[in-house]
């Protein structure tokens, strides 16, 4: 991409669009076009359709959708499949339309069938059933995926689509019911500790297991992505390679928040999928790898909370 690109970020505000905002203006990128909700409504085509004839971006990442854990993905299933549909319909539609150099479309790992061989690869996409509790939302996905590869085909554009593993990191969701479980166990840990409480409860068995991204280095392979000469055919997965039990994370949050109390697994609560390790390898063979591991990541993402907490 030219430095002096236009390139508009879909969702600059949410967790992934600001990580990549701060990417792009690191690399130099200075023609940035962002809007927050209140100034574009992603759900209504004709100001979407509006918007993309007035600023003609060169390329779009499309980063904004409704998201949320098993508790928020359970109780607004309705809010969760149409939000995203309506909005990848619109922006992939109107980026067709101004005819955009290129696009790329943020998914998710929750696209793969709920026991999908591990590490899932891209071709298990539609390969068996997908986890229940997030049904909706990754139908919602798989459909962004399948638009983009819908208008490469018919039209011929660049619209690049990839799978990142579970994220988290700086401007993360924290609110206490509908994040996801990096930012709800940050929390839950963090207002124990002040409080004086003895323990912590924690939903499921403990012993599912899930691969961690930093969403800094989300950013970073996007700008990878979005780099490369040759057209993405599909859907590209982003990811560690490495995966944890929510046990383990447990104990590491434990650790870094400085709790001292116990941990206890309600195992009446869903564990959601066991597993969600993506295989990288097609990532890796490109000449892209994560940075960031874990620990690290988890000590950063903590100190940005405890500095905003006033937010939330």
Known sequence: MNK???????????LVGSAILTKLKLAGYQNLLLRTHSELDLTNQAAVAAFFRSEKPDYVILAAAKVGGIYANNTYPADFIYSNLIIECNIIHAAYEQQVSGLLFLGSSCIYPKFAEQPMR???LLTGELESTNEPYAIAKIAGIKLCESYNRQHGMDFRSVMPTNLYGPNDNFHPKNSHVIPALLRRFHEAKLNGEDSVTIWGTGNAKREFLHVDDLADACLFIM????PILSHINIGTGTEVTIRELAETIKQVTGFQGQLRFDS??????????LDVSKLNALGWQAKIGLLEGLRETYQWFINSKSRF
């Open 122 to 124: 891209e071709e298990a």
């Open 4 to 14: 002096n690109a236009v390139i508009y970020i879909a969702g600059h505000q949410g």
């Open 227 to 230: 780099q490369l000469a040759q």
């Open 268 to 277: 009446n609560q869903p564990d959601g999928t066991p597993r969600k390790l």
